[in-house]
């Protein structure tokens, strides 16, 4: 049986919705006109402006009551559906209780606010969507503590292979335990493999090496070069694996602040409305 993302929970419910509010918000805009035309003070304007607010409060509480579903994939399911879905949906909706009349306000910075929300969101779909995949494609049956512990398996062969080796190869290989990197700041999680990692500066050395070298030199070179090379695509597995953690986590450090302060916003525009317009 084939597996069903959430975009598609309930045979596309909350699509079938969203679609449903959506031409509807279009009909009744199209529809009922003003002796003034169309912004966001007519009848029509608050009715629109009325149920995008909802709905942004409406997915806002529900992103805060995800943490129940958490034990519940189905629920989990719904819950993301509906955020996407219905998220969506207020970019129609939104856009005609403005009437397409923006400025330098509140009542626009709201409203892009909320489009940042929502466009920050479908990065998000976009990284949940692919990322699992590619994370478990690269890591396998791994984690990423059972990687770095076979690195650090490698470096003990590394160093016992480098001490028989003359010192700018020993040094070589000792810069390479001690002074790669994995993880670190922002920067660093997002970089793949750095032009300056000792390991990769190893590995080019060594194969320059072996095609001047002979006998047991070259013998033992070609062992710390399968070690070597080893310990790069180790690394180069949980650099990706962060990177891809790292991903998933920073649209997060976008999407939920912006969120309070699309709220913040809201809730200036609509005080604004109500007390001083």
């Not at 975009?7 to 959506?22: C, S, V, W």
């Not at 007519?42 to 509480?61: E, S």
């Not at 493999?193 to 072996?210: H, K």
């Not at 450090?253 to 709220?263: D, K, Q």
Request: hydrophobic content about 50%; glycine content about 8%.
């Amino acid at each position: 049986m084939r597996h069903r993302t959430f975009l598609e929970y309930q045979r596309y419910r909350h699509l079938k919705l969203a679609t449903a509010l959506t031409l509807a918000a279009i009909v009744v805009y199209a529809w009922f006109s003003s002796p003034v035309g169309r912004y966001g003070g007519t009848l029509t304007g608050y009715a629109l402006g009325t149920i995008g607010a909802l709905l942004i409060v409406w997915l806002m509480w529900l992103g805060i009551q995800k943490r129940r579903y958490r034990a519940n994939a189905n629920g989990l399911k719904g819950w993301v559906s509906a955020h996407i879905y219905l998220g969506t949906s207020l970019i129609v909706i939104t856009t005609l209780h403005t009437g397409f009349q923006v400025g330098w306000n509140v009542h626009t910075l709201a409203y892009v606010l909320m489009l940042v929300v929502i466009f920050s969101g479908f990065f998000g779909v976009y990284v949940y969507l692919r990322l699992p995949r590619l994370m478990t494609e690269n890591m396998g049956e791994d984690t990423l503590d059972s990687v770095i512990l076979k690195i650090a398996d490698v470096d003990q062969d590394i160093r016992r292979v480098a001490m028989a080796m003359p010192d700018d190869v020993t040094r070589m290989a000792e810069a390479s335990i001690q002074r790669t990197r994995i993880g670190g700041g922002v920067l660093a999680q997002f970089r793949d493999q750095p032009a300056a990692c000792p390991t990769r500066q190893a590995v080019g050395f060594l194969e320059e090496a072996g095609k001047t070298l002979k006998g047991d030199d070259q013998q033992r070179n070609h062992e710390l070069y399968s070690l070597m090379l080893r310990k790069k695509k180790l690394v180069a597995r949980a650099r990706t694996d962060i990177r891809f953690k790292a991903a998933l986590t920073l649209w997060l450090y976008i999407h939920v602040p912006i969120s309070f302060a699309l709220l913040a916003a809201l809730s200036a525009h609509i005080i604004s409305v109500f007390f001083y317009w």
